[in-house]
């Protein structure tokens, strides 16, 4: 296949049912759920942009084991025109989706390619787990499917390792060894975009402790698998469609979010990466390229969302003409600089690229890292900035069907803008609401602060891997200047 449509992918997800509950109720079919439906449309309109051949050289840029083109994604970079075809790749997909999107299918593939590029390491635990890894991103690149993950354990108690837990599986983990694979039981979160994924990966994240040997699994399953079910939380809008005038961010870009439950789950022993190894599990990160690879195309993504709030600030003071306020400039001048450094970041990262031993050309991670801790901070500010400028305006937007109202002539008189009419200065704030002050404005908020992990950790992880020696040697260099204290005796 390689490169698949939009209907080949609908057409997937309605042929390979899964077990998804939402608001208490089974889903028969997630493409014509309202809670699903329109995020699955929007992810085939990923896969039919990636089809059309106007936009082939860009997002089909690699190839798959018969040499047809395949998701850019996929490609390991040898070149810096790799490294920038992979970008634009990424700049194209997030602006179709102004970056609202986190787990757009290249997401995924990116960290396919990484792990496939760092093969070697799965190889310490047996020739038969890198093989396995091998057909897998193979199977997943040739078939053009779309992959979501579920890395972090249920909160239950942050004070006690998985073993220690009250119950042996609440946390995913292995409860017997078969000839025909793993028995897995317990719970994974947050599987966003689960309930319209094709299939999962599960491993961990680098925090497994002495003791936790059977949750140190990596493996990948369709999530049609007998026992796995999904629990997904509540949409936004209570069992109706959104509408797209009153909301046309959130009733298009609704990221699904799911607890997935392991009951007693057969998992191949094809399908199975790593097996009941800490070390393994915890060393997956550093063992190979996956952060270089995946924080491309997690800064792309986050740079377009970023510009999109920036620009909604900028619509809305324009719209009422705020903008001749030195505090307004402010806080938007601020925002553009933002754009400027994280954009900053990742040309840099691409500039300072280096050759890995088998010949990758691997981004500087630091100013990818840079930009991990700066979006979870900078985003939240310009959420804020978006209201305080759009202020009280932000909550007085009238509904649609008052344009079809008795009090139509008073929506377009009194809702008109300085520099717009009442229809497009409603347009925007509406646009502006999405963003910043519906429940799907609070939920992205909440998803880019915990978006690459707990930001305490990602913090101190600067301090630790940064280049304090560059600073270090500054000050050295400026306390010698002193010299030694005159008539000191040594």
């Given at each position: 296949m390689?490169?698949?449509?939009?209907?080949?992918?609908?057409?997937?997800?309605?042929?390979?049912?899964?077990?998804?509950?939402?608001?208490?109720?089974?889903?028969?079919?997630?493409?014509?759920?309202?809670?699903?439906?329109?995020?699955?449309?929007?992810?085939?309109?990923?896969?039919?942009?990636?089809?059309?051949?106007?936009?082939?050289?860009?997002?089909?840029?690699?190839?798959?084991s018969r040499g047809r083109p395949c998701a850019t994604a996929f490609l390991v970079p040898k070149t810096r025109d790799d490294l920038r075809i992979r970008r634009a790749a990424f700049e194209t997909v997030a602006e179709q989706t102004f970056g609202l999107l986190g787990r757009s299918p290249d997401f995924m593939n990116t960290m396919l390619a990484a792990f496939y590029d760092g093969r070697d390491y799965f190889r310490k635990a047996g020739a038969r787990f890198e093989d396995n890894l091998v057909r897998y991103v193979e199977h997943v690149r040739d078939n053009d499917l779309f992959l979501t993950h579920a890395l972090i354990t249920p909160q239950n108690d942050r004070s006690k390792a998985s073993h220690e837990q009250v119950q042996p599986d609440l946390h995913l983990g292995v409860v017997r060894e078969t000839d025909e694979g793993l028995i897995v039981r317990g719970a994974r979160m947050l599987a966003t975009m689960g309930p319209v994924a094709d299939e999962v990966l599960i491993y961990s994240l680098p925090m497994l402790k002495p003791g936790d040997e059977r949750y140190a699994v990596a493996f990948a399953l369709p999530l049609s698998t007998p026992g796995l079910r999904q629990i997904a939380r509540p949409p936004f809008e209570k069992g109706l469609a959104r509408d797209h005038y009153e909301h046309p961010l959130a009733s298009r870009f609704e990221e699904p979010d799911s607890l997935l439950v392991f009951d007693d789950v057969l998992v191949p022993w094809d399908r199975v990466f790593i097996n009941q190894d800490v070390e393994l599990s915890n060393g997956m990160y550093g063992g190979t390229a996956v952060r270089q690879f995946t924080a491309q195309q997690t800064s792309v993504r986050g740079l377009v969302k970023l510009k999109l709030v920036t620009g909604a600030m900028i619509a809305v003071a324009r719209a009422i003409k705020a903008d001749i306020h030195l505090h307004v400039q402010n806080m938007i001048g601020e925002c553009l600089d933002a754009v400027e450094m994280v954009e900053s970041c990742i040309v840099r990262a691409e500039l300072e690229a280096e050759a890995a031993p088998n010949g990758t050309l691997r981004p500087n991670l630091r100013p990818y890292h840079a930009i991990r801790t700066f979006l979870p901070t900078i985003y939240p500010r310009a959420v804020e900035y978006l209201q305080k400028i759009g202020a009280g305006g932000l909550l007085m937007m009238p509904a649609e069907s008052d344009f079809a109202s008795p009090v139509a002539r008073d929506v377009l008189k009194y809702y008109q803008g300085a520099a717009t009419g009442s229809v497009d200065r409603i347009r925007i704030f509406k646009l502006a609401w999405d963003l910043c002050g519906d429940a799907f404005a609070s939920r992205q908020m909440q998803y880019e602060r915990y978006y690459v992990g707990d930001p305490v950790r990602l913090l101190a992880n600067s301090y630790h891997e940064g280049n304090r020696s560059a600073c270090t040697a500054l000050v050295d260099r400026a306390l010698a200047l002193a010299g030694e204290p005159a008539g000191m005796e040594r």
């Open positions: 390689g490169v698949r449509s939009g209907s080949e992918y609908l057409r997937h997800l309605q042929a390979h049912s899964r077990e998804v509950w939402a608001e208490g109720q089974r889903v028969e079919d997630v493409t014509r759920h309202p809670a699903f439906g329109r995020t699955a449309a929007q992810v085939a309109r990923l896969y039919d942009l990636q089809a059309d051949p106007a936009h082939a050289k860009v997002l089909a840029a690699a190839s798959d």
